[in-house]
């Protein structure tokens, strides 16, 4: 990812992002400004957008989710309309009983929290997408797991107590639920309060519960290029410039045709502006 002045964006920190980045088992404080921005994404508003459906709205009990078909609209669509919507009733009546809402993709429900991923998207030269989580007093959010992207959340109601693995995992993680009750690490307890902010980096563990008020965040969820994307890139690049073939020949020489193959694509991949590579496979990620 770019080292930018990004994280300003979400933070009052005058330090450069690595720097802010580095303090992420402590709470930071957002710029009013920015504060002030997020002051419409509610759970209430959310509840009332006519198009939300499971997969962009989901519901958690006890640290884990629940079916998409406990909160939807029955039927089949071609007998009712409205099959498949989010059952506005089903769902506050969760939210009563202590159940967490996750929105996902958010930003593009909301104009003002829209202008802001594009803003951080652009500083950071990476895809930025948004869940809001809303979790009662007093109740779990997610159990533990681990996301494979990098995580800002945003605490813009209430407050939330937070368990967060205190260093980036050395050894080979996946993303998802943990099968064990935490990690087998060190752990920090953060508690986030309204315009405080907490940096998650891929791989960190992490679950939160409500104190005695109901908490509403909004995680920025920050998926930089990955290597594949870049390596995907280079090989078709590189291979409109290959005029070797294996399709034309004697079947016996197709051993050599495909040296010369690899050695044309080498030469060319060696030739490649990879800067120039990047800043594409970038702004793809940036308008996926």
């Known amino acids: ?42 759970i209430d508003r959310l509840l009332e957008e006519r198009s939300l459906r499971p997969p962009n709205i989901s519901f958690a009990r006890n640290g884990g989710q629940l079916p998409d078909r406990e909160v939807i609209i029955g039927g089949t669509p071609s007998e009712n309309p409205d099959a498949g919507l989010l059952d506005r009733a089903k ?40 869940t809001v989580f809303h979790t009662p007093a007093r109740n779990p959010g997610l159990g533990w797991h681990r ?42 307890h953060v508690t986030l309060r309204r315009g405080e902010a907490l940096y998650m980096p891929p791989g960190v563990a992490h679950t939160a519960r409500a104190t005695n008020e109901s908490s509403t965040h909004v995680s920025f969820v920050i998926q930089e290029p990955e290597t594949k994307d870049i390596m995907l890139a280079m090989f078709e ?34 030739a490649l502006d990879t800067d120039e590579l990047l800043k594409m496979v970038e702004e793809d990620a940036m308008t996926g």
């Open 1 to 42: 990812m770019t080292m930018s002045n990004g994280f300003d964006l979400l933070t009052a920190e005058s330090a450069d992002i690595t720097t802010a980045w580095g303090k992420r088992t402590s709470s930071l404080s957002v710029a009013p400004s920015f504060l002030a921005s997020l002051d419409r994404v509610t």
């Open 91 to 130: 769902a506050r009546s969760l939210v009563s009983q202590g159940a967490t809402v996750m929105v996902y993709q958010a930003h593009q429900l909301i104009d003002s929290l829209g202008a802001i991923t594009a803003h951080i998207s652009t500083a950071l030269r990476a895809s930025c997408g948004t």
């Open 147 to 188: 996301d494979g992207q990098h995580v800002v959340a945003v605490q813009i109601a209430g407050s939330k107590e937070w368990r967060v693995e205190k260093y980036v995992p050395s050894h080979w993680w996946t993303s998802g639920a943990l099968a064990t009750d935490g990690p087998d690490t060190d752990v920090s």
């Open 237 to 270: 690049r590189a291979s409109q410039g290959v005029k070797a073939r294996l399709e034309e020949g004697p079947i016996e020489e197709r051993g050599i045709r495909a040296a010369n193959v690899a050695r044309e694509l080498a030469s060319a991949m060696h």
